[in-house]
């Protein structure tokens, strides 16, 4: 079974606007994190935010923040006035906090175009 | 540098014949991560070294696949009898801590590996 799901394989946003990325994950465990990694053309991963699952107030970090809502299971990316730098592939990933689990499971990614 | 460092950054090799692929994590991070990502996919957990031992390689595909981590810094994947499906971008990430759920990782720029 799919523990990450992004629905929305690609996106075009114009510049300066805001833009939600979906991500919904699938887990029987009550302990675990979530992660948004940003992957430009260069290839590497670069981490943008992460929500732990008893974390009580969204995370935000500068222009990316994260809409946690637990019940639903989805750990939504908000990414505020856009920047055409923030064109890249963003994945969608989670760690279950099991003892000598440490691998992250990532969703299928969204591709984000910003228009000038 | 200050980053993970993968080499080669591009390798092309023939079926069936044999690659190592090197990374170079970030210096004093005990725990090294391989993950592959196939073209328009997230990356797949491959292995996890914790220093000098493979904690887990559940994500191995196959016997053909073997990563060491003899000092517990550099890593190798070498890949035996390379198939065309093995063609994909190898990633490689490192993390100063394990256990702790939040921890992240800091991902190299990969090695894009073609089989021909």
């Known amino acids: 079974a799919q523990k990450i799901t992004q629905t929305q394989p690609g996106m075009f946003v114009q510049e300066k606007e805001a833009v939600t990325l979906d991500c919904t994950y699938d887990t029987s465990d009550q302990s675990y994190g979530l992660f948004w990694y940003k992957q430009p053309s260069s290839g590497e991963m670069i981490f943008l935010i992460y929500q732990g699952s008893y974390d009580e107030q969204n995370a935000t970090e500068g222009r990316y923040s994260l809409n946690f809502q637990k019940a639903r299971k989805s750990a939504n990316l908000v990414i505020s006035a856009s920047q055409l730098g923030d064109s890249a592939m963003y994945f969608c990933a989670m760690r279950e906090a099991r003892f000598g689990n440490e691998k992250l499971t990532f969703g299928t990614g969204t591709r984000l175009t910003i228009i000038p | 540098g200050a980053g993970v460092s993968q080499t080669p950054s591009n390798k092309v090799t023939e079926k069936g014949k044999y690659v190592e692929l090197r990374c170079d994590p970030i210096s004093g991070h005990t725990a090294l991560y391989w993950y592959r990502q196939s073209l328009g996919q997230g990356p797949e957990f491959l292995i996890y070294?914790?220093?000098?031992?493979?904690?887990?390689d559940s994500g191995l595909p196959n016997d053909r696949f073997f990563a060491v981590r003899p000092e517990g810094s550099v890593s190798t994947l070498k890949i035996q009898r390379t198939e065309r499906g093995d063609s994909a971008v190898y990633l490689c990430?490192?993390?100063?801590?394990?256990?702790?759920?939040?921890?992240?990782?800091?991902f190299g720029q990969g090695t894009r590996l073609t089989v021909v």
């Open positions: 990430a490192s993390s100063p801590l394990t256990g702790v759920v939040n921890t992240e990782a800091f």
């Open positions: 070294f914790q220093g000098t031992g493979a904690a887990d």
